[in-house]
């Protein structure tokens, strides 16, 4: 379950309400009506330049330009499947659900690394350079991609986040991974986490314990083209004890206590990067040396509570 994490200092900027949704069809509107003149010329029986593109209510169609000439119904109707086809295919890829372009993204997520997280102090020039390329909107549900890039954490189903930006950013800074990296996360979520983790590492194992949101991330990771992450159905208080040691293990849900079995999975020099708490967490880098292991304290957070077997031990049951 990717976190809720939240950073206590910033207040979440407040929702439009209906203003914001009027604003973004609007936007919506505009993306669409720059795209249908962007449309190129395909072969059809009526020419291009006798049809014309209308905007009626939520509605987009084609229809032929009152001219001195009439098309037969047939012709207009073969041409506007071809061109409403085209146009279909091109708005997906240069229109986001949000109305937003594929530029409109990306400019939104330079502001975010630039105004979130450097501002913040994160300095890895590997782990900004992730951030600004991996597309935050492809793992929020559609109702939630206008705020993508806002300073929050946002809702993905089943009682589930994807982490405030400035909180990924903070976990990856701190896993210290190089592109020889194997790494361990605990709580796909979104899958947003793993797919700023496969940016920087050789193999990313990831463990959700909730089969829509491990259904719905293997989709997206897939889509996306990440083929070096392998995502699994279960509990990870357990860990991968099979494709153990990691280099790194990132922990996106927060038990009571350190499960034992993680520790045992970190290499030597291996870092884990976990909330520990109840209500009050804290963000934890716990890092094995030949003695043993040492533990730091990062930050106060704020994560959903991790599930399965640490659910048990919390309530008192074996």
């Known amino acids: ?141 559609e109702s939630a991609r206008r705020a993508a890039y806002d300073d929050r954490p946002l809702p993905i189903g089943q009682g589930q986040t994807i982490s405030q930006p400035y909180i990924v950013a903070l976990m990856t800074e701190l896993a210290r991974l190089t592109p020889e990296s194997r790494v361990l996360e605990v709580g796909t979520g979104s899958g947003y986490q793993a797919a700023v983790l496969a940016e920087l590492a050789v ?26 992450v392998h995502l699994r159905l279960g509990d990870g208080y357990r860990g991968w004890p099979e494709s153990a040691p990691f280099d790194a293990i990132v922990v996106t849900a927060a038990p009571e206590k350190i499960p034992p079995p993680l520790l045992e999975q970190l290499k030597v020099g291996g870092r884990l990067v976990i909330p520990v708490g109840d209500y009050f967490q804290e963000l934890k880098v716990v890092t094995r040396t030949a003695e043993g292991y040492r533990e730091e304290v990062n930050a106060s957070v704020r994560f959903v509570p991790m599930t399965g077997r640490a659910q048990h031990e919390r309530d008192g049951k074996p």
């Open 203 to 228: 193999e990313v194992y990831t463990i959700e314990i909730i089969p829509e949101l491990a259904r719905r991330a293997e989709v997206d990771l897939a889509r996306l083209g990440y083929k070096n």
């Open 1 to 141: 379950m990717q976190s809720a994490a939240t950073d206590k200092l910033l207040k979440p900027p407040r929702s439009g309400g209906k203003s914001k949704e009027k604003s973004g069809f609007r936007s919506a509107e505009r993306c669409l009506r720059s795209l249908s003149r962007q449309v190129p010329a395909i072969p059809m029986r009526v020419p291009e330049e006798d049809m014309v593109f209308i905007s009626k209510s939520d509605r987009l169609l084609f229809a032929p330009r009152q001219t001195g000439q009439s098309a037969h119904h047939s012709d207009v109707r073969l041409a506007t499947r071809s061109l409403l086809t085209l146009f279909t295919l091109t708005a997906v890829e240069r229109c986001g659900g949000d109305g937003r372009s594929a530029a409109q993204e990306t400019a939104a997520r330079e502001a975010m690394v630039r105004e979130q997280i450097e501002a913040r102090g994160v300095r890895a020039a590997a782990v900004l350079q992730a951030m600004r390329k991996v597309p935050r909107h492809e793992f929020v549900p």
